[in-house]
């Protein structure tokens, strides 16, 4: 069987205190590659690519680069020019580079020598012009991201190391009164609690439309926020790797049905996960701690294909790959 496995990181393999334990067993008996997928960074997922033995390519800040291994593909030397001129799949602007032992296709159309800091300006502007308080991963120092996402200091360190994209938190600009006397004030937090929530909203509405006038996307994915260029989205990236496993696929059967037994996978847990799941053959959902699924947001004809899990999180993603027989029991 040829097989690929497109998967999220967090909410998906991570538990909600980022602990991977309960998916390594599994992880070490897959039968086919790991492709993480994710708006984690370079350093982030090199760190989980240790402690899981995985050597596959992966897709980082949420679709803005492959970093592919050095000679992972056969037809390492041709990968350039199949990028460039075969790939219908890459669809705009790609660049190819080798560094530090990978070929890395960057997606993120070209914004300066430094994407990062270019993300950082467009964010302040954004806040300017909105009111809103935006703070991104570059405000905070390490310790404060460590403490607002319950990362450790070692992983929020990783996290600030982006490339491409910025996560950020949207600081909301008004306040609930906290009290506890009698009816009338619970009546009175719960309408302020509803029209805090509008207000939030509507304040993600704005944000996100004043992002779009300047060609950039914001997703949503767990705790924070994350801009990134217009241009891509991980469905544009595991596009790309598709075709690439095709070629290779294509290159040791040529005397064989080159579709037979050829399936990719998908598991995500947020919105931002659905342009992955539009792209492979068997898509999957995993339920978030409190049960719930995002499957409601998620667009026909895709939904009907998607596999929801009965586990949350890293138990289902477990589910996932057992059920579709995907490891070596």
Do not use: Q
Not at 28 to 43: G, M, N, S, V
Request: hydrophobic share 35%; proline share 3%.
């Amino acid at each position: 069987m040829w097989c690929v496995l497109f998967s999220d990181i967090d909410g998906t393999l991570l538990d909600t205190e980022y602990s991977i334990d309960v998916v390594l067993p599994k992880i070490y008996a897959l039968k086919c590659p790991l492709i993480f997928c994710t708006t984690k960074t370079h350093a982030e997922i090199e760190y989980y690519r240790k402690i899981c033995n995985v050597n596959d390519p992966f897709i980082v800040e949420n679709g803005s680069a492959i970093y592919i291994p050095d000679g992972y593909f056969p037809f390492f030397d041709e990968l350039f020019d199949y990028v460039r001129d075969e790939c219908d799949e890459c669809e705009g602007e790609v660049s190819v580079e080798v560094r530090d032992g990978y070929i890395v296709l960057e997606l993120a159309a070209d914004a300066g020598t430094d994407r990062y800091m270019h993300m950082r300006r467009v964010l302040r502007e954004i806040s300017h012009e909105t009111g809103v308080e935006i703070r991104g991963f570059g405000d905070m120092s390490v310790r404060e991201l460590a403490d607002v996402s319950g990362l450790s200091v070692e992983l929020a360190a990783l996290a600030k190391c982006r490339e491409y994209s910025e996560s950020f938190l949207i600081v909301s600009s008004s306040s609930v009164a906290m009290s506890s006397e009698g009816s009338f004030m619970c009546e009175k937090k719960e309408k302020e609690r509803e029209e805090d929530s509008m207000k939030g909203s509507m304040e993600v509405r704005h944000i996100m439309e004043k992002a779009s006038e300047r060609g950039f996307r914001i997703s949503h994915g767990g705790r924070f926020f994350t801009i990134y260029s217009g241009e891509v989205d991980k469905g544009r990236a595991v596009r790309i790797l598709k075709a690439l496993f095709a070629r290779e696929h294509r290159n040791r059967n040529r005397n064989k049905d080159k579709n037979k037994n050829r399936k990719t996978y998908g598991i995500g847990d947020s919105a931002n996960d659905i342009p992955m799941l539009s792209e492979v053959d068997i898509p999957a959902l995993v339920r978030r701690p409190d049960g719930s699924s995002c499957v409601d947001i998620v667009p026909e004809p895709l939904r009907s294909r998607i596999y929801v899990t009965r586990g949350a999180g890293p138990e289902g993603w477990v589910e996932f790959v057992r059920k579709f027989g995907l490891v070596h029991e």
